[in-house]
Structure formats: structure tokens, C-alpha cells
């Protein structure tokens, strides 16, 4: 990996914790339901054999990914900086910010691997995230955005435990 594999402790957690439950769990049930279709005969016309080594590949996708993930994490604890006087912008950031006269969207920057659009978590490499990074509340930044150049108006930075 080129660059650094920043996560927040809690994201680290989670990877752990899904690769444990993919190692302990999900994969033995598979591996029991493919023996048992396979030692029914006839593998090439076995749905449960052909559906089961194709849900085996996808865990074993899975647990590579989460395996290289962890191996290559390098927590960040963002919590020392809640508290601070006007934070400026780092990893770990709770941002509330306005693109011109829209009303201010929030914003958690975390890792590659704890992105949810639902809750407004993005990755520090985002493009947004890049913009924003050492900014500070009251600060306005030029955003290029595929729609084209709009203002971006930092209101409020905060550093918040995530879920």
C-alpha cells in the first residue's frame, strides 16, 4: 500500500471483530454445508456444492481483505484533541460546513475502510476530506467539485467518539 492505512480505534475494532466472526463462524458453516453437498455425488449439478464453494470464495475474498486491512492499520486516537480550542482539521474530525449558500452538511473523517455515506463518514483521501484538512471553524476553501468550483465555509469542527 502507497500511502498510510489511517483507521480510528473503534474502525480497528470492527475489522478485528468481523474477521474473527468470518474465521469462528461463517466459514465453518460453509465448509459443513459444502461437504455435505459434496459427499451427495453428482458436484456438477449440486446447487448447494456450487452455491456453497462460491459463498466460500466470497469469506475467503473478504477475510484476505480484512487480514491485509488490519495488517497495515495505523490507529489514530483523535479523542486527545476533543476539548481543544478551535481544532483545525485532522483525521478523526466531526466537520459541519456550507457549499455556498446551502445549508451545512456534517461530515466524519475516518478511513478507507469505515466509509458509510448514511452516516456521513468519508475517507481522508476523499476530496472533500483533502480541501478540508487543517482548515479550521471560519476558514473558506475553493472546492472543485465535479458540478464545478464552489465555496466551502468551515462552521464548526469537533473531535466525538463514532460509532
Do not use: C
Amino acid at each position: 500500500m502507497s500511502s498510510k492505512n489511517y483507521i480510528s480505534l473503534n474502525g480497528l475494532s470492527s475489522l478485528q471483530n468481523e474477521l474473527r466472526h468470518l474465521h469462528e463462524v461463517e466459514r465453518p458453516k460453509v465448509v459443513d454445508a459444502v461437504s455435505w453437498a459434496a459427499s451427495n455425488g453428482d458436484r456438477s449439478e449440486n446447487g448447494d456444492y456450487i452455491y456453497g464453494k462460491k459463498k466460500l470464495r466470497e469469506i475467503d475474498r473478504r477475510i484476505r481483505h480484512l487480514t491485509k486491512s488490519i495488517q497495515t492499520a495505523a490507529p489514530v486516537n483523535f479523542l486527545d484533541r476533543n476539548g481543544e480550542k478551535n481544532p483545525k482539521i485532522f483525521f478523526g474530525a466531526t466537520v459541519w460546513f456550507s457549499r455556498g449558500e446551502e445549508k451545512p452538511e456534517k461530515i466524519v473523517i475516518l478511513g478507507k475502510d469505515e466509509i458509510d455515506s448514511g452516516k456521513g463518514h468519508v475517507s481522508w483521501v476523499s476530496p472533500i476530506a483533502k480541501v478540508l484538512l487543517g482548515k479550521k471553524a471560519g476558514d473558506k476553501v475553493l472546492f472543485r467539485a465535479p458540478s464545478g468550483e464552489v465555496m466551502v465555509s468551515v462552521e464548526k469542527v469537533t473531535y466525538e467518539r463514532v460509532s
